[in-house]
């Protein structure tokens, strides 16, 4: 089953030119927390570095004492999961029940565990309907198994 929940994601600016994208990652790593997910963009004011950590307030700790500018918010993170495609399956259900999702992205950890992180306008909403809707899923497959074994 894959676990739904509500976790804080880091936007770190990288305003200053002698900083790098791979600055914020190596700096972020020696809080000692893992990094779930993340992605990168470029704005007007340089570029932008999204992270989900384990750990945000200690990782949140030691950009900011590197000089980055950080800010917290909450995000909807599913997984690990094992296989590929999990947003084209989940976004609808928000959608449906009125829950706009504002970004998304994916990432995959060195264990082929995958992540799906989510911005949406109901973050506890969305945890609590993705929650339900994956249990539901999970007892189908084991029902549909059992079925196919009999």
């Given at each position: 089953m894959c676990q739904v929940a509500k976790r804080t994601e880091l936007t770190v600016r990288v305003a200053d030119r002698s900083?790098?994208?791979n600055d914020?990652?190596?700096t972020a790593t020696r809080s000692g927390a893992s990094v779930l997910a993340s992605c990168s963009f470029w704005d007007n004011h340089g570029a932008v570095v999204l992270?989900?950590?384990e750990k945000p307030e200690e990782t949140s700790q030691v950009l900011k004492a590197a000089g980055f500018t950080c800010q917290a918010h909450s995000v909807v993170v599913l997984g690990p999961e094992s296989?590929?495609?999990l947003a084209p399956l989940v976004v609808p259900e928000l959608l449906a029940a009125g829950?706009?999702?504002l970004y998304s992205y994916a990432a995959r950890s060195d264990d082929h565990a995958g992540y799906v992180v989510l911005g949406t306008?109901?973050?506890d909403r969305a945890v609590r309907l993705l929650g339900?809707?994956?249990l539901v899923r999970s007892l189908a497959r084991a029902k549909n198994a059992s079925l196919q074994a009999a």
């Open positions: 900083q790098s994208v914020v990652f190596h992270l989900v950590p296989s590929a495609g829950i706009n999702v306008t109901d973050n339900v809707n994956s």
